[in-house]
């Protein structure tokens, strides 16, 4: 039963998530890929908010099957209870047919679980710019192979009408599929979308965008390669709608990380909180300890918890992480059976066995990277110090 009221309420959402769609025929830009793609969903919806206006930016994970038709139907958060998705089912032809006005632009995530989930979130609302951030093992239990994923992800950039987004080492795996009916621009070149001069400070990234061939100077909150490659193809969506190239360097300025997602803080014993808790797969791990490497001086604690659905290549993964972080850090614990038996300094089966012991590991002015997957909720650990 609880099956059929699923694909009940799965078709439901996705007709009259496509019939809003074609009634307002809002501009869209479209983000997938295995890491990164909250980030620059708030950077592409920030920056277009202040250049153009009237643009809305689905929120939290509602990017499935059914999380991304409820968001362009204005829902703000998934339901969790039953009684949540009753109300879900009953709502859905009420926001339609009482739904007059609609936001322009908007600016959504494209989850790729499994195989076939791009092309069907595609047929329900196709993107006007595809943004491919990047492609990893994120999911790779259900799909086998970093090329199948990279295949699923390019359905994306079928779909779009006008711009696609991607980095080379992205292109490199995709370039055999068929050739999309959009331009393709890849981002971290001179010609596009380049940063160049990159100085990380205490508390902000310094750099000089190269953007279409012109150089800006412009700096902001982030940190890491990761986050450079983000604001690049950013800039490239944005600038596909907004001309002014000033205002939108100005902006970058006020672009802040987000709770779990690289957030800096000082914490209690004046210590500096890498806050990396919301997620982790083998990307954005190194990226975050690249980021730790380049905090500056100091004794660095790498707090690192499980990552879950990456199927065969865990055991692998979490080595490789592990080694990594050991080469970083100078205490590293790590949570969580994948990190069992690797060696670290510290581990503990889950996070309320670390938060026991956390106050006899940190010391004043440490700085300290904690990041791993939502479900070990290290987040947890940003609670206690920050």
């Excluded at 076939?116 to 093992?137: F, K, M, R």
């Excluded at 004794?299 to 290549?313: C, D, S």
């Amino acid at each position: 039963m609880k099956n059929i009221f699923k694909n009940i309420l799965e078709k439901e959402l996705a007709y009259f998530a496509r019939l809003t769609y074609l009634k307002f025929r809002p501009y869209v830009f479209g983000i997938t890929g295995s890491s990164g793609k909250t980030t620059v969903r708030y950077m592409i919806a920030q920056l277009m908010r202040e250049t153009v206006g009237n643009t809305f930016e689905a929120q939290e994970n509602m990017n499935t099957e059914t999380g991304l038709p409820m968001s362009v139907l204005g829902f703000k958060k998934p339901p969790i209870k039953l009684i949540n998705w009753i109300y879900v089912f009953f709502a859905v032809p009420i926001k339609y047919f009482f739904t007059f006005k609609y936001p322009k632009y908007i600016v959504l995530e494209y989850a790729a679980d499994k195989p076939g989930d791009i092309s069907y979130l595609c047929d329900i609302i196709p993107p006007d710019v595809a943004i491919i951030t990047n492609i990893g093992v994120a999911h790779i239990e259900a799909f086998g192979s970093v090329e199948k994923i990279a295949s699923e992800k390019w359905y994306l950039a079928q779909a779009a009408k006008q711009r696609i987004i991607c980095d080379e080492q992205t292109y490199n795996l995709v370039k055999n599929i068929d050739i999309p009916r959009a331009e393709i621009l890849i981002s971290g070149q001179a010609k596009t979308a380049k940063a160049t001069n990159i100085k990380y400070q205490s508390h902000e990234t310094r750099f000089d965008l190269v953007l279409f061939g012109k150089e800006h100077p412009t700096s902001f909150s982030f940190w890491g390669a990761h986050n450079i490659a983000n604001i690049e193809k950013s800039v490239l969506a944005v600038s596909t709608v907004s001309g002014d190239i000033p205002k939108i360097i100005r902006l970058i300025r006020d672009l802040k990380p987000g709770i779990g997602r690289g957030r800096r803080m000082i914490g209690k014993k004046n210590m500096l909180l890498i806050d990396e808790s919301y997620n982790a797969n083998p990307l954005s791990m190194a990226a975050a300890l690249d980021n730790l490497n380049q905090a500056g001086d100091g004794n660095k604690v790498a707090i690192i918890g499980e990552m879950k659905e990456i199927g065969p290549i865990s055991k692998k993964a979490h080595l490789e992480v592990a080694k990594k972080a050991k080469d970083v850090a100078d205490l590293v614990v790590g949570v969580g059976d994948g990190f069992k038996g690797l060696g670290l300094d510290k581990w503990y089966q889950n996070v309320e066995e670390l938060t026991g012991e956390i106050d006899s590991l940190i010391m004043e002015n440490d700085i300290v990277l904690v990041k791993g997957s939502h479900a070990v909720h290290l987040e947890k650990i940003i609670e206690r110090f920050g």
